[in-house]
């Protein structure tokens, strides 16, 4: 297996960046300071290093101002950005805490707990509240499923909830009155393809940016209706049961069920 070259700033993508820390934009930058392209193609490199992280130059530079700048959570070094200039920059890494936050280059670098920390906090709405847009970024590095029952069944011995954990799926669970949607997340494998080059074989990684908008899962619209925002609980009865995956028809049988059966579906 060959061995894989060092990172370098001509070679770091939107996807890749996500990677990084702040020391290592500056280490990367001071590492192609003297390369031509860098010079002539900075605002290229600069639009890179943004997908992942908050750039900003100082333009005073006094001790007060860095700190404030600290204290916001930046780093502050030297980025040589011409051969007679060489400024303070701040540099911070993008937080992922709003469901908004989430783009295809950053959905593989987040983890499972990560993501539905992120969902929980979008108000409390469950899954049908996200826009088709997050959704399908959602599903490009996780598999999701969803489900909503009464509380007193949701955990019933042999159901869905115990299987999901079993099979290695974390779960949200997200209080609707006396019903509850659970959210299952578990992140999907990274699969390697190997395109035929007219010049030699490169690998491309499932989920970077350069890949082409049909590697994408294609997904239906079919999670919601977005006019209905309110959960009208009363509206819900056993006929309301429903989950985005495919289950044994048996777990779903309800016909013998009475009013207060714990039995499994």
């Not at 600069?46 to 997908?51: E, L, P, T």
């Not at 049909?214 to 429903?242: C, T, V």
């Not at 989950?243 to 039995?263: A, F, M, R």
């Amino acid at each position: 297996m060959a061995q894989e070259k060092p990172l370098t700033l001509k070679t770091l993508t939107k996807s890749v960046a996500w990677d990084l820390q702040e020391n290592d934009i500056f280490r990367l930058w001071k590492d192609a300071e003297k390369d031509a392209d860098i010079k002539e193609n900075q605002r290229h490199y600069f639009d890179i290093i943004r997908a992942a992280f908050e750039v900003e130059e100082i333009t005073i530079d006094k001790p007060v101002v860095i700190q404030k700048y600290e204290a916001r959570g930046f780093k502050v070094g030297q980025l040589k950005v011409s051969d007679k200039d060489e400024k303070k920059w701040a540099v911070k890494k993008r937080p992922i805490s709003r469901v908004t936050d989430l783009t295809y280059e950053n959905i593989r670098h987040i983890s499972t707990a990560q993501l539905l920390d992120v969902i929980d906090k979008n108000f409390g709405g469950g899954w049908d509240s996200l826009s088709q847009s997050i959704q399908d970024i959602i599903l490009s590095g996780f598999d999701i499923s969803t489900t909503t029952l009464p509380s007193n069944r949701l955990h019933n011995p042999g159901g869905m909830y115990e299987k999901k954990v079993e099979d290695g799926f974390d779960v949200l669970e997200i209080a609707k009155g006396t019903w509850v949607e659970a959210i299952f997340a578990k992140a999907k494998p990274v699969i390697e393809k190997v395109e035929e080059d007219e010049t030699k074989n490169k690998k491309k990684t499932y989920g970077d940016e350069d890949d082409d908008d049909e590697d994408l899962p294609e997904i239906d619209d079919n999670y919601g209706d977005d006019d209905e925002d309110d959960f009208d609980e009363d509206a819900m009865d056993e006929e309301s049961y429903r989950t985005t995956i495919e289950t044994d028809p048996e777990d779903l049988d309800l016909s013998n069920v009475s009013e207060g059966d714990d039995d499994d579906y």
